[in-house]
Structure formats: C-alpha cells, structure tokens
C-alpha cells in the first residue's frame, strides 16, 4: 500500500513563526503536491515537485515556499506564519503523468495564533 | 479556467437507499476525473479514477461515470451504509481542481 506521511496532525504556531510541515512517501513517487483547504474554497494547490530539486507554483504560492531535497520528502516552509495561514494542509504524490491517481497523507491542521 | 461544481453540498439519507452524487466540470479537456472521500479531520482516499476514454468505473458498491461532452460525472453508491457517511470530492486533472464536496450522511 502507499504510505503518504505527513509529521504532524495538529501544529499551533505564533505569528512570524518560521514553520516547516513536512511529507515522506514510500512509492519511489516522483510527483510530490501540497494543498490547503479551507471550509468554502475546498482543495487548493500551494506547490508541486516532479522531481528532486524541482518544483512549480501552484494556485496559491504567495506565503509559501517549498524544498526537495531527497525524492520521498517534500517540505513547505511558512517563512513568517500568519492567521491567514491557519488552514488543513495536505500532501500528496503521484507517479508522472497527469492520468496517474494522487494519493493523500492524512493532513496537518495548523492553527497560527 | 477550469471549474468543478458538486451538488448537492451536503445529503441525508436513510440507510439502504441508493444515492447519486453530482459533478460537473466546465473544460472538457481533461485526462481524468478521481472522486474521493475524506472523513473529518482526515486526509483524502481515492476511491474511484476515470481516464478521459472511459465511461465508468465500479468498486464493490460504488459506480462512477464520465460524460465529457456533457461536462458531468456522477457517482453511484448502492444499498448506503452508515459507514458511508463522509464528504466527497471530485476532481479533474491535468492538475488536479477539486470540487467542493457533497457531505454526506446515512443515517441507521
């Protein structure tokens, strides 16, 4: 089975806090995504990687940025935590190609005070 | 810009019934459509995909068909179970746009 992990369920943080949520996969997954949502607006993409090293804006990059340094981990970094950031947050990752399912680790649902 | 509408946003049913969930998608052009369920506080599991050339997929009780030229896709749940009580999305990729989801609730 594919194993998306994610390394915290819950995180409270002060604003202007640097914060890393961080996502491991076991699948030898090229394609990694981290997503928010929030109650109204549903899914949204922050960042993609589809590969080491590499990575793409998505939807709503601004806040953000992202690091992928070894193949199964994929890191989103709040360089300066703000209540607007208070949000679920998921990864996912996917073999290549855009006809390939994504599959989703649990969540974190951070709350920035 | 791609947009994925569900409807209803939330459903109660009595158990046992047969269900239908909507969505709709406003670019035909896509590779697929994935629905998923996401109980509270958790993330998602994908529970059915549909590549752009085919017209449905079944897993056990679950049916989900694809009409691109209509823009529609709709998922079948048969005999509901309370265990299926739970929010589902839809989503179209390339890269994927959810929809907002349908909650539902199957009530004993």
């Known amino acids: 089975d594919v194993k998306v992990t994610q390394s915290s369920r819950y995180l409270v943080k002060r604003t202007g806090e640097k914060v890393f949520l961080e996502c491991v996969q076991d699948m030898d997954h090229e394609n990694m995504f981290w997503y928010r949502q929030d109650p109204g607006l549903g899914l949204r993409l922050i960042y993609f990687s589809y590969d080491v090293k590499m990575k793409e804006k998505g939807d709503i990059p601004e806040g953000y940025s992202v690091s992928r340094e070894k193949k199964e981990r994929f890191s989103l970094i709040l360089e300066s935590a703000s209540t607007n950031q208070t949000s679920m947050y998921l990864c996912?990752?996917?073999?290549?190609?855009?006809?390939?399912?994504?599959?989703f680790g649990a969540g974190t649902r951070l709350s920035v005070l | 810009k791609q947009e994925v509408t569900q409807i209803p946003a939330a459903l109660s049913v009595p158990e046992g019934e047969n269900l239908v969930l909507n969505c709709s998608f406003t670019?035909?052009?896509?590779?697929?459509l994935q629905w998923f369920r996401q109980d509270p506080g958790k993330g998602l599991t994908s529970l059915l995909l549909i590549q752009s050339s085919q017209r449905e997929q079944t897993s056990g009780r679950l049916n989900a068909s694809l009409d691109k030229s209509s823009g529609r896709s709709t998922l079948y749940i048969a005999a509901s179970q309370p265990g299926d009580s739970a929010t589902y999305l839809c989503a179209v990729s390339g890269k994927l746009i959810f929809g907002q989801g349908t909650t539902l609730q199957v009530k004993p």
């Open positions: 670019d035909s052009a896509i590779y697929n």
């Open positions: 996912a990752s996917s073999f290549p190609g855009q006809k390939n399912i994504q599959y």
